[in-house]
C-alpha cells in the first residue's frame, strides 16, 4: 500500500508546477483565453517537449506510455494553473480514442504528429437530444464505393475550433440507443460539408457545435464495434478531468483562506469569526475527500474492468457535490469581490462548475449507480 | 500508486479471517449469528481469546507483549474483524490508558497495570468529562487534594461508558488551581472498589444502561496511583488522543454494515419493505456508499503516511467528522429499511433467551434506538463542531 509519487510522477508534478508558477499566472491565461486562438501555440509546443503530450500513449508510438495515475498528477497541476491549451480534448480524449481503437497504422500514422505537437484533435460524439448518452447517436454514416459519407449534427465539441482532424461518432448499423452499430470516423473540418459554429466557453475555453452534410469521412478501426472503446475512453476521461476538479478545488480553498486571513470587518480579520472557520473546514475535509476518491478512480481504473466505469461513476458524483459546494463557499466568503470578473476565484468558480456539466453530471452518474436509467 | 496487498500482508488476512472463523468463544459465534447482544461476559471471553493468540495489544510495543503490526496489519485487522461481525475491542484498558502507562508511568505502575490489561482480567473506564466540563473538558474540577501517601479525591464524573462493568478508572483530576488551566490537571487510576466511589446509571435514549455518572466522596488514593508527573494529566491525555486516531472513523463496521443493507435490499427479509426501486431511497444509498469509498481513502493515505514513517497528514483530523457522519448516514438508512417495524420497542429480543414472542424482521425493532444512541458518536471524543475549530486553527492556520 502506497501513496507517495513515484520519481517519474515527481518529475512530472514539479515541471507542471514551475510552468504554471512562472508562465502562467492568472493574467496570462486571461490574456489566452481571450486571444483570437483562445491558447498559446507556443505554450502547446511546449507541453510536446516536456513530454506532456506524449504522456499516455505506447512507447511503440514515441508515447511514454504512462497510466492513468500520471496522467492525473499532471492533470491537477493544470487545474490548479487553470489552463486553457485543448490537453484534455485534444490528447485526453482524442488521442486516447485513437489508441483504444485505431488500427496499429493509424496509430502509427495520427500519435506520431499528436504527440510532436502537430497536431491537434477533438472528439464529437455529443448531439442535441443525447446530452451524456454515448449511444443515443443519430450521426449516420453511409458506406459507398469512394468511401464513408458522414451526416448529423455533433453539439458542444470541446476544442473543435482549432482541431486539424475531427474523431466522430456515428452510427453505421442498429437504432438510437443500440450499443452495436457504432463506429468512429476521422473527418478533415476543413473539408465542403462541414460546418463549424464556434463559440467560447463559460469556462474560457472553445468549443463548436458542428454540421456534417455528406462529408467525407474515413473509418477509424473496426466498423460497429466503437462503443467500447469510446465507454472505456471517457470512464478514463472522467478520472483526468477529476483531477483538473481537485486542483481547481485545492486552488479556491487555499485562495479563500488566505482572503480570510487579510479581509478584516469589524476590526478583525473575517477568518477568526466560527461560522466561516467551519465553512472553511467544511471545504477543506470536501477537498481531501474528492482527492481520496480520485486514488480509488485512478487505481481501480488503471485495473480496468466492469469496476472502473462504476469507479468512474463514483467518483464523478462526489466531484459534482464537493465540487459545488467548495465553489458556491469559496465565492461567497469573498463576499463581493467573489461575483467579480477581476479576480482569479470567480474564474475557478466558472470551471468547477462546468466541470459538473462534462461527461455527465452528478445526477446523472448517480442516476447511472442506481441502476435506474441506462446513460451509458 | 497502489493498494495491493504484499504476499505477507495476504497470508496475514487469512490467518485472520481463519481467527475469527475458527477460534471465536463458541458462545459469542453464536451470538453473533443469532444477532443478540454481547454480555459482558462475552466480551471479556472475546478479548481472552485474542490474548491467547498472542493478539490483544494492537497498537503495543512488542516490549509490553504487543503485536508490533504495521498499520496495514492493523486495518486487515480490523476489516477482518468487521466482516465477522465481531464485538469491537473495549479501548478503555487496551487502547486508551495502556498507552498513557507504557509512555509515562513508572516501572512498577508498568508491571502492575499492563499485563492484567493485555489479559484482559481488568475491565478499566475513563473519568474525562464532568457535569460541567465537556468540550471544554479543562475546566474540570474534580479534585485531587495531597494528605500524606494519599491524594484525597471528591467530585463527580459522567458519561462513564460501562463504568458499571468497571474494576477500575483512569481520571483527570485537578491537583492546582494557579497557573493556565491546563496546567493544574493530573492523571490519576483509581480502583472503583475504594470506600466513597459510587455509580449511577444515565439510561440513554434507547431505554438502556450503556452510560453512567461516577460519583467521589472523599475518596483515598495512593499517590503510587499517580502517573508520571503532577500537573501533566493534559499533555499526557491529549498524547493518548492522537495515539490511535484512524479507527475512530469506523470505516471497517461502516462497510459491513453498507454490505449488510444492500443483501437485504436485494432479498428483503418477511415484513420489510422492498426499496430496490424507490431510486429516492437507493440515490441516498449510493451516496453513503461514495462517502464511505472516499473515507476509506482517506484512511488508506493516513495510514500509508504513517508506515512510510511521516506523521499522518492534515487528512487524518477529517477521520472522525466524516466517519461518524458517515455512520449516522447509514443509521438513518436501516431504520427506514425497517419501514413500520421500526416502531416496536422489544428490545429483549436481543437478548439470551427473550426470543420468545419475536417482531420479524428481526433487526427491525433495534433500528430506532441504534439511531437514537448513536446520535452520540458526532458528540463525543470531541464534538464534530471542536474537531473543525482543530482543523480551522491546526490545519488552514486561521
Redesign the interface.
Known sequence: MDFALNDIQQMLQDSAAKFIQNDYDFETRRRLSESELGYSEENWKLFAELGWLALPFDEEYGGLGGNLTDLMVLQIELGRGLVVEPFFSSVVLGGNLIQRHGSASQRAELLEPLIAGELKLAFAYIEPQSHTSITDIETSAERSEAGYRLTGHKAVVLGGPSADLLLVAARTSGKRGDRNGLSLFLVDPAQPGVTLKSYPTNDGFRAADIHFDDAKASLLGEVDSAHGAIQATLDDAIVALSAEAVGVMEKLLDATVEFCKVRKQFGQPIGKFQVLQHRMADMFMECEQTRSMLYFGAITATAGGEEASRAASMLKVKVGSAGRLVGQQAVQLHGGMGVSDELDVGHFFKRITMINTLLGSRDEHLQRLIGDAQVA | ?????TDEELAFRDEVRAFFQNELPPQVKEKIQRGLRISREDQIAYQQALYAKGWAGANWPEEYGGTGWSA?QKYIFNNEAAAARAPRIIPFGLTMVAPVIYTFGNEEQKQRFLPDILASKVWWCQGYSEPNAGSDLAGLKTRAVRDGDHYIVNGTKTWTTLGHYADWIFCLVRTSDTGKKQEGISFLLIDMNSPGVSVTPIITLDGRREVNEVNFDEVRVPVENLVGEEGKGWTYAKVLLTHERTNIAGVATSKQRLERLRNMLAEPPAGMPSLVDN?VY??R???T???L??????E??V???V??GKAPG??SS?LK??GTEVQQMIDELYLEAAGHYALPFVPEQYEEGGEANMIEPHFAPDTAPHYYNNRKVTIFGGTN?IQ??I??KA????
Open positions: 500508486m497502489n493498494i495491493d496487498l496495514t431510486s437507493m440515490a444509498v449510493m451516496e456508499e461514495i462517502e469509498k472516499a473515507l476509506e481513502f482517506t488508506l493515505r495510514l500509508s503516511a508506515a512510510t492534515p487528512e477529517i467528522i466524516k463542531e473543525k475549530n482543523i480551522a490545519v488552514l492556520e486561521l
